[in-house]
């Protein structure tokens, strides 16, 4: 199972600006397409954005739109999702998760991802 790793968490204040990345340690993303979740305390985890092996990105949740973006860096072999006009409704525990196909799903499900890193904290308060 592929290994995830997120980075990037933190305390920023409402309206700021955060850049989470995800990375592969011991493999390359190459071979997945990869989206990001999130879930705060009491709530169910929410897909958000996906990008696919071909850099086509998927949007699941209208909260984020227009605020989040997912890209690939492909020199450094890490999927970033740029979080910008943060609101404290963000606050949550964010983690990526890997699904080994050409494409995102269409419809967001979580068992359709194979492999989910441990999560990174975003707290926006001020």
């Known amino acids: 199972q592929l290994k995830l790793v997120e980075f990037g968490g933190g305390l920023v204040q409402p309206g700021g600006s955060l850049r989470l990345a995800c990375a592969a340690p011991?493999?390359?993303?190459?071979?997945?397409?990869i989206g990001w979740f999130r879930q705060a305390p009491g709530k169910e985890r929410e897909g958000l954005l996906c990008i696919s092996r071909r850099g086509k990105q998927t949007n699941y949740a209208d909260s984020v739109k227009d605020r989040f973006t997912i890209s690939r860096d492909k020199a450094r072999d890490e999927i970033h999702l740029q979080m910008n006009n943060l609101k404290p409704e963000d606050t949550a525990v964010y983690y990526c998760?890997?699904?080994?196909?050409?494409?995102?799903?269409?419809?967001?499900?979580?068992?359709?991802?194979?492999?989910w890193g441990q999560g990174t904290q975003v707290t926006v308060s001020s």
């Open positions: 998760a890997a699904v080994a196909t050409w494409d995102c799903p269409m419809v967001v499900d979580r068992a359709d991802f194979e492999s």
């Open positions: 011991t493999f390359t993303l190459d071979y997945y397409s």
